[in-house]
């Protein structure tokens, strides 16, 4: 526990206003799953929005870091300053312009209303009353939906939002022109359409800042400006839209798609590697490093549970009360985001590790104390009477025979930890999942790449059955 809380001293922060280097680093939030903006193209982060960030960090004099998370993490992010901005295609609106400083915008475009292909009575706003529409929670299309009367149901980006509507699980999804646009480009779907524009008005996206980093909005701002001047947005817009979408009325938008019209086999043969990549430095570290911690932290409560001394007692009644009543995702939210508003700021994988091994060791505390209690009361005896110290006695007698009973059980708490990785995407952790996600939301192929992702966990949870029944065979021999 030390270690990991240590780690948290040594993270690397982002740059503020005061850095004293010639360029700072700027860390630049991002889905790195929203094409054409930003997305994944042979393992590399490209887009308009990487691109007109790279432009206005090099007139600005800084360097940029990317970090990619869901669009709904970015936020809480920013809040907790695990980036220092974001560049996603955020609508400037009267809520967040409250909250957070925006520079001018860079990108205007226009809103619409996608439907099934069969589906002719959702044209316009008004018909999308009491429909249920997809949309990502913190989007600005998710208020305008909700605002207009929807049932909004929340999904992490466009491309899930889609499916959705071709399976008839939602009615209606409100978003970008030009974000709908590559999507049908990419995927060459024909079972979605757009059916109307949300209205006459026009969008307006820019880079987002905390309040506190007025000099480093101020710094962007200037930035763009020139880019504008110059004709370097222009540029960069016309080659990804074949339009200038840095002006109000920059021509008609065309794009080519992203997805790069790859067969499904050839969506597989290209994110394999990376997915391997994420099971070998996310999955596979994140388990190992949370089980033996969480084993730890486990078999230390667990005889505190077991103590006749009430100080130690409550509190390891409370910690395992407080675990096993709330949901692990809350976990690894108050750690990663929670946390920095008291000064205790972990990265992203310290911050994971901490939250699954807090998690283990509440639910394995019980299974080891269980454990200890099934050997039988008379060996205790035993050995006291031989005058053997209670540590010999838990180290020669009684927990060789209770690991042989926990076995089976904590087995089943590391295939369980080995799945509940798949969150840490949340905290800004890439794992195997979240490399499956990206390549879905790009290609639209979502049940061949969560079925290898599928493919991926029940390898690693395979290998591990075969390791415990050896395990179990080899403290067979503590069998009384």
């Known amino acids: 526990m030390i270690v990991v809380l240590g780690l948290a001293v040594v993270g690397t922060p982002g740059a503020t206003a005061g850095d004293e280097q010639d360029r700072p680093v700027l860390r630049v939030g991002t889905e790195g799953t929203y094409p054409p903006f930003s997305y994944e193209d042979g393992g590399d982060l490209t887009g308009y929005d990487i691109d007109v960030m790279k432009a206005v960090a090099d007139e600005a004099g800084f360097d940029v870091e990317f970090v990619e998370a869901p669009f709904d993490a970015l936020f809480p992010a920013l809040d907790s300053k695990r980036i220092d901005v974001i560049a996603n295609q955020v609508t400037i609106n009267d809520e967040r312009e409250a909250r957070y400083l925006f520079t001018e915008p860079y990108t205007f475009s226009r809103g619409v209303i996608v439907t099934a292909t069969d589906t002719d009575d959702i044209t316009t706003l008004d018909d999308i009353e009491g429909k249920v529409a997809a949309q990502s929670e913190t989007s600005n299309w998710a208020q305008v939906a909700r605002d207009a009367g929807a049932e909004v149901q929340s999904v992490e980006g466009f491309a899930q939002a889609a499916e959705l509507l071709v399976q008839g699980r939602v009615d209606v999804v409100v978003n970008d022109n030009i974000a709908v646009l590559d999507y049908l480009a990419s995927t060459g779907s024909t079972e979605i359409e757009i059916k109307g524009q949300v209205d006459d008005e026009i969008s307006k996206q820019a880079l987002v800042f905390r309040q506190a980093d007025g000099d480093l909005r101020d710094r962007a701002d200037a930035a763009l400006k020139k880019l504008a001047a110059d004709g370097t947005l222009a540029e960069i817009s016309e080659g990804y839209f074949k339009a200038d979408v840095s002006v109000e009325d920059g021509g008609d938008v065309e794009v080519e798609g992203s997805g790069g019209g790859r067969s499904t086999w050839e969506v597989l043969q290209d994110t394999a590697g990376p997915m391997l990549v994420g099971v070998l430095k996310g999955t596979i570290p994140l388990t190992i490093i949370s089980f033996v911690a969480g084993l730890a932290i486990a078999l230390g ?146 049940l061949p790449l969560y079925c290898l992702s599928a493919l991926y966990f029940w390898v690693i949870c395979f290998a591990l059955s075969i390791g415990q029944d050896k395990l179990e065979k080899k403290l067979g021999r503590y069998a009384v």
């Open 301 to 446: 409560v667990a005889l505190a549970r077991m103590s006749s001394v009430k100080a130690l007692r409550l509190p390891a009644r409370f910690y395992i009360s407080l675990i096993r009543g709330t949901p692990l995702l809350v976990q690894l939210f108050v750690i990663f985001y929670g946390l920095p508003q008291i000064g205790i700021k972990l990265p992203g994988f310290p911050a994971a590790c901490l939250a699954l091994s807090l998690n283990v060791g509440g639910y394995a505390a019980e299974i080891i104390r269980g454990s200890i209690l099934s050997v039988p009361r008379g060996q205790f005896e035993a050995a006291t009477t031989i005058g053997m110290p209670y540590r010999q006695l838990m180290r020669r007698i009684v927990l060789p025979q209770a690991a042989r009973i926990a076995v089976p059980p904590l087995s089943n708490t590391l295939l369980s930890l080995v799945k509940d990785t798949s969150l840490v995407s949340v905290v800004l952790v890439t794992e195997v999942l979240r490399e499956a996600d990206k390549a879905a939301s790009l290609t639209g192929e979502f």
